[in-house]
């Protein structure tokens, strides 16, 4: 299937001590967490998606973020839930929704017990935003996950359950090394793509129309959820040999490897959106 635009960066370097450091880290979630413990996209998609953002804020939101964030920029603290969750590992299923793979609509109460996912938590903290009652370190924590949130539910196997933890038990062969699915997706198809995190946002950015920006402004939370989980369906695991493992191939990544340019441009025009609108009461 290839059902996106645009063509991809092509530039593919081996993999660095990042791969051994990044498998470790998940490997000391998957034993703390239940279900689909993986960290989307890693520090450097996170990265981009906030640089992407920072250019679409309005100066009113912008700086009501920088003295929330203790002066910061969005940039600076768009992995920090992820740091934050492995002393609070309560925290853990606030950043997926295990949507059956084959399900074409949520099923909240099914799929969000008691609130605890990416849905109704970025909801949440949304609202703790443009509380004018809550104090600032409640919003500037607040400001944190939803940084990180918007940036996790654009992950396709954040999106989804196909029996796998998030595909982080589904084993494939990436680069000539053994991995696992997830962290395909969130590290190793990005590496690929090749660009510090800076030089991929301005990339990125710079082929956002005026056009994409309202387009993709539309829609819920709920919505971008559902175009993930489609995503999910049709090229996660659509062109997945079924192999075990199973090899990821040129053919797989040259479907891959637009999905995750689009879904990281669309995460940044509607973090800043969401940002602009409970920031500075209005969008840009």
């Known amino acids: ?16 001590w990042r791969r051994s450091v990044y498998l470790t880290v998940a490997l000391i979630v998957t034993g ?6 993986g960290l989307a996209w890693g520090h450097e998609g996170h990265q981009v998606i906030a640089l ?18 203790d002066g910061s920029m969005i940039d600076a603290v768009a992995s920090w839930a992820d740091e934050y969750r492995r002393d609070h ?14 399900d074409s609509k949520i099923d909240m109460a099914r799929e969000c017990p008691d609130g605890n996912c990416v849905i109704a938590k970025t909801e949440q903290f949304l609202a703790v935003l443009k509380d004018p009652n809550a104090d600032k370190h409640a919003k500037g924590q607040a400001l944190k996950f939803v940084i990180h949130f918007i940036g996790d539910l654009h992950q396709p196997l954040h999106d989804e359950d196909n029996g796998d933890k998030g595909g982080n038990t589904r084993h494939v062969n990436f680069d000539g090394h053994p991995d696992n699915l997830h962290w395909v997706w969130d590290v190793g198809l990005l590496q690929h793509i090749n660009r510090s995190p800076v030089a991929l946002a301005a990339e990125l950015e710079s ?24 995503l999910a369906q049709t090229v996660a695991y659509g062109d997945l040999s079924s192999e075990n493992p199973a090899p990821i191939t040129p053919a797989y990544e040259q479907q891959a490897d637009p999905v995750i340019e689009l879904q990281l441009e669309k ?9 602009n609108v409970n920031l500075d009461g209005g969008s840009l």
């Open 32 to 37: 703390l967490a239940s279900a689909q413990p």
């Open 52 to 69: 992407i953002a920072e250019q679409y804020l309005t100066a009113a939101s912008k700086a009501k973020a920088t003295d929330l964030l």
């Open 267 to 275: 995460a940044g025009i509607r973090l800043a959106y969401l940002l």
């Open 89 to 102: 590992h309560e925290t853990g299923p606030w950043h997926y929704i295990n949507i059956p793979l084959a």
């Open 207 to 230: 082929r956002i129309t005026p056009q994409d920006k309202a387009e993709w402004q539309k829609g819920s939370i709920e919505d971008w959820v559902m175009e993930g989980h489609r």
């Open 1 to 16: 299937m290839a059902p996106v635009r645009r063509s991809t960066m092509t530039a593919h370097t081996s993999m660095s």
